[in-house]
């Protein structure tokens, strides 16, 4: 979902942007108005998530996809290694990327998942004593398919790779942990294919491989985001929403609604029979909410009706089932409080 604001704004100035009688569209990437949009929109970033200034902020092509192979192409070499942790789908995805661009031996992964009666929760590794000469440790905070998140700080020797696709700025994270962040918009921040990489400035030393032009870290950088011709609607849109995040306060006002809305539905699913919930307390996404019908025949009927009622998207990923409720930063504590009310009322009717 993007803020309804942001959406209305759009539309109003589709076909006039900023005075100039042409859409965004339209423009040069390089006229003053749009880069005047895109220094912007880096500065609101740089504002929102306190971005320290040896962090360089890309706009880049891609997808969160994208930079599975561009992280390895970038910072691997021939023989660098690299320790990537699994904590769901999407982390053992960038595994299997990063596998097929790389030979034996170059990629460690450890398993974080521990399950317990069908629960799965994660248990962090102790790196204390750890001695690897690892290039970087990739992980995803969010795991956006099964609903998993890590709220805890990896504490390690290597720089920290982090997938924040799902999870940027849905709450307060200290940037300066970080060796890169990279991030898919369309969670988040805006329409899908642009993707938001913040890297901090001594990664780029890193030996590369020859790779493609525009996923190379380093021409970005140089060339401003610019190298080819960037995708200019997406990053305006991007720029729309980051205004938009700042009116409403910012991160850390995101991230109280964001709590309050999980917490309210986890709450009524816990106190639900009909329902059930199965990751851990201490690893339940607060964007991503999955959970089942104890009776999974009801499946079918309660997305139905759920659709009919306004409430769509609900359906779980095809890889875990069920149902999942992505309750993103444009989300409104109300539209959580309208599913917790059909939940509620198709559990009457169904017990
Ligand atoms: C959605 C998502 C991706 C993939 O993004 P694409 O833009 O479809 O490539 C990667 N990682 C995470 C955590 C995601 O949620």
Redesign the pocket.
Known sequence: MLPKAVMTKAQSELLDWNGLGTSVMEVSHRSKEFIALTDRAEADLRELMSIPANYHVLFMH?????Q?SAVVNNFLGKNGRALYLESGS?SS??VAEARKLTSDGQIDTIDLLVEDNGVKRVQLPDFSAANDDYRYLHY?P????DGIEIFDDINCPWPIVA????NIMSREIDVSKFGLIYA????NIGP??L?IVIVRDDMLKLPSLPQSSIMDYRLAVKHGSMYNTPPTFAWYLAAEVFDWLKQKGGVSAMAEVNDKKAQCLYQFIDSCDFYENRVGQANRSQMNVVFYLKDETLNDTFLNQAKAAGLVALKGHRSVGGMRASIYNAMPLEGVEKLVEFMKDFAEKNS
């Open positions: 891609g997808g969160g996809r994208g599975f999407w995805s960038a995803c969010n795991e956006t398919v997938d924040m696709s799902s898919g918009a369309q969670k899908s294919g993707s």
